[in-house]
């Protein structure tokens, strides 16, 4: 079965600063990776994907991902922070035997402080 | 495009009452999935259509659950009766699974059981 962790309940950074969210994943066949982000009193919102190709993958509000398939990982990366990007992140797999649903971690709050 | 319309946006419902939620995909569209959120159980998937037939209902929780997609721009979410522990945000997401996979969320349904 397909299972998405993401390590760390919170992050805390300092506007200006790099931000890094964590994502590991595991899956039996080759992975489409998903990142989201939930504002307060909203849905999500689709931030970027990986599917096949370049493994550093750009996306929305200046966030990227990196794909490294020997680790099993699909970290979000942003090099400056945002007070702005406080928000609650979540990473997400689709794998190919289990139909086109999604499989969510349990989510990141991530606070950038001024 | 409007995006993935659901409706209410909150209901507040007694114990024992009928709650129905709505949900409008975005045209085109022919996946969608109903997610629960709870900050105890995180994001979870209650269940997913394509082309307006049931595929995977496996996250349902119970026979007051039910769910419908008369037609590919209309679904309702039904729980009957209702219970406290069904208080929740209930989410309406729609994909196109030709070559996308990535889900577009509605704004959400905030449900209270008194």
């Known amino acids: 079965a397909q299972s998405v962790a993401q390590p760390e309940d919170q992050v805390n950074v300092a506007e200006g600063n790099p931000l890094t969210v964590k994502c590991t994943y595991s899956v039996s066949g080759n992975p489409y990776l998903f990142w989201y982000v939930q504002y307060p009193n909203r849905g999500l919102q689709f931030l970027l994907k990986?599917?096949?190709?370049?493994?550093l993958v750009k996306g929305s509000y200046g966030f990227e991902a990196e794909f490294n398939k020997s680790q099993t990982s699909f970290h979000l990366k942003k090099p400056s922070a945002l007070v702005s990007d406080s928000a609650l992140y979540f990473c997400?797999?689709?794998?190919?035997?289990?139909?086109?649903?999604?499989?969510f971690g349990g989510g990141t709050r991530v606070l950038v402080k001024p | 495009d409007a995006g993935v319309i659901q409706s209410p946006r909150h209901e507040v419902t007694e114990m024992g009452q009928e709650v129905t939620l709505r949900c409008k995909p975005i045209s085109g569209h022919d996946y969608l999935f109903w997610y629960r959120q709870t900050m105890m159980r995180g994001l979870e998937l209650l269940i997913y259509f394509n082309n307006n037939v049931p595929i995977d209902d496996s996250g349902m929780p119970e026979d007051r659950f039910s769910a419908k997609m008369p037609n590919a721009s209309f679904s309702t979410l039904k729980i009957q009766p209702s219970e406290p522990r069904d208080s929740a945000v209930y989410f309406c997401a729609s994909s196109f699974g030709g070559t996308s996979y990535e889900q577009y969320f509605g704004p959400g349904t905030r449900l209270t059981v008194t």
């Open positions: 990986y599917i096949t190709g370049d493994n």
């Open positions: 997400a797999v689709r794998d190919h035997a289990a139909g086109n649903k999604l499989t």
